[in-house]
């Protein structure tokens, strides 16, 4: 990514935040720090925003606008109609959005059930179960960017992005960086 895409990014995730001061503390940084990074890249006070903390931001993102999308459902309909189960370390999450459902299985590495009164079957699209896998995968393991960088061939600017595909600047994974990062895991839990 270059220096204006960063920048760029940046300013779309950012209005997320009520106040920069919300941002700041979110990121662990100055507030003065928040505004340099909305800065030009022309300027001299310019900064730029870690890859990391661009990644929280992403997370933090995605999370709140799939939860969002979670309070609409169909009008006199009950919610239980059309909600889905995921069990998120031990506590069984309702939510009536499929995207949200296939995001949080990911991440908590489980799966969706409808709910009882939810005539529908569960059935993930194609890149919907690559982005499960890769989740799972990256989010139970402690697995070092670099490692991750080397698997997807991406810099350490996208690297984050890869599996967030319900959002607009998500990259799906492929099957190759899925089976090449399943393996590596498998290999330093057998190694430990």
């Given at each position: 990514m270059t220096p204006t895409k960063i920048f760029e990014h940046y300013l779309t995730l950012k209005r997320g935040w009520k106040t920069p001061q919300d941002l700041a503390d979110f990121l662990g940084v100055k507030r003065q720090t928040v505004y340099q990074y909305a800065f030009r890249r022309e300027n001299k006070a310019a900064r730029t925003v870690s890859a990391e903390g661009l990644d929280r931001m992403r997370v933090a993102v995605i999370e709140r606008d799939l939860e969002s999308v979670d309070r609409?459902?169909?009008?006199?309909?009950?919610?239980?109609?059309?909600?889905?189960?995921?069990?998120v370390?031990?506590?069984?999450?309702?939510?009536?959005?499929k995207a949200h459902a296939a995001y949080l299985a990911g991440c908590a590495r489980t799966s969706v059930q409808p709910h009882s009164e939810?005539?529908?079957?569960?059935?993930?699209?194609?890149?919907?179960?690559?982005?499960?896998?890769w989740l799972t995968a990256t989010r139970q393991?402690?697995?070092?960017?670099?490692?991750?960088?080397?698997?997807?061939?991406?810099?350490?600017?996208?690297?984050?992005?890869?599996?967030?595909?319900?959002?607009?600047?998500?990259?799906?994974?492929?099957?190759?960086w899925i089976e090449d990062l399943e393996s590596y895991v498998g290999e330093v839990r057998h190694a430990a």
């Open positions: 609409f459902f169909p009008p006199f309909k009950k919610r239980s109609e059309s909600s889905w189960l995921i069990n370390a031990g506590k069984m999450v309702s939510t009536t959005c939810n005539p529908k079957n569960w059935v993930p699209d194609p890149k919907e179960m690559l982005a499960m896998r393991n402690e697995v070092p960017r670099s490692v991750l960088m080397e698997i997807t061939g991406l810099d350490e600017y996208n690297v984050g992005r890869v599996g967030l595909i319900w959002l607009n600047f998500g990259i799906v994974p492929n099957e190759d």
